[in-house]
């Protein structure tokens, strides 16, 4: 428990002196940890069949059995989640003051009754509800498309690689957003203070991150194979042109 207090006050003193790269700091080494886990998974997995092909959308494993899953950690795959993570905390900051500003939540004078109670609670559940209906509504699926637009650039360096986890990835990761975050995005608004609202997300999204992790480098691991076949295909039909 000390050692959780320490914590808090250090995360508390640091945010108020540096806000913006106390997010971005913590939203790194939180994006780190996501793709550690996914990573272990898909190792894991290597050797023993049964994660994978329960959890991957059919768009993203059609070709899975060509797939070359490395034998070691890729270090530039840790890298590159971490450094993602880190560079968007200001946006998603920004973002949670954006809705804590046009959105607030009524906050009582003094002692109050029941009655008042009760009718400042239905106003903050309706304040929340606003929050995160705009939040899922906006910025989720404007996450997950700068997501996949970052990393295809930054794995492929093509605009085609982008297109291909758009085609693949975008609508199965989009549709288990909307199963897991408007419930956790509802608590977030609610009851998380302004200051832990970016880190409580990432937190509790370390299984997602993990899971869109997954499935970026599945999809990279499927556009793989599938530019191999193009190019078996392509090469099949010059000798049968000749």
């Known amino acids: 428990m000390n050692s959780l207090r ?9 945010y108020n002196k540096r806000p913006i790269l106390t997010l971005c700091v913590t939203n790194g080494v939180l994006g780190a940890v996501s793709d550690t886990m996914a990573q272990s998974i898909s190792l894991y997995n290597k050797y023993n ?3 994978e092909d329960k959890l991957l959308p059919d768009s993203v494993k059609k070709h899975q059995s060509m797939w070359t899953i490395a034998n070691s950690w890729d270090f530039k795959r840790t890298f590159r989640f971490a450094a993602y993570n880190f560079c968007v ?4 900051g920004k973002w949670y003051m954006f809705l804590d500003k046009y959105f607030p939540l009524p906050v009582a004078a003094g002692v109050v009754s029941k009655a008042v ?22 910025f989720a699926p404007a996450g997950l498309v700068l997501f996949f637009s970052v990393m295809g650039l930054a794995e492929s360096g093509k605009w085609e690689g982008v297109k291909e ?3 693949d990835a975008y609508v199965p990761a989009l549709i288990a957003n909307y199963k897991v975050w408007p419930a956790v995005q509802f608590i977030n608004f609610k009851f998380i203070p302004l200051q832990y609202r970016l880190p409580f997300v990432s937190s509790l999204g370390i ?3 993990a899971y869109l992790s997954w499935l970026n480098n599945a999809s990279k691991q499927e556009e793989a194979v599938l530019e191999i076949l193009e190019k078996e295909d392509t090469g099949l039909e010059v000798l049968q042109s000749t």
């Open 6 to 14: 320490s914590l808090k006050a250090f995360y508390n003193t640091s």
């Open 49 to 51: 069949k049964q994660l």
């Open 89 to 92: 905390a200001p946006l998603g």
């Open 117 to 138: 109670q009760s009718q400042l609670t239905r106003k903050a559940n309706g304040m929340a509800i606003k929050r995160m209906v705009t939040d899922q509504a906006l």
């Open 165 to 167: 986890k758009f085609k």
């Open 207 to 209: 299984v997602w991150n």
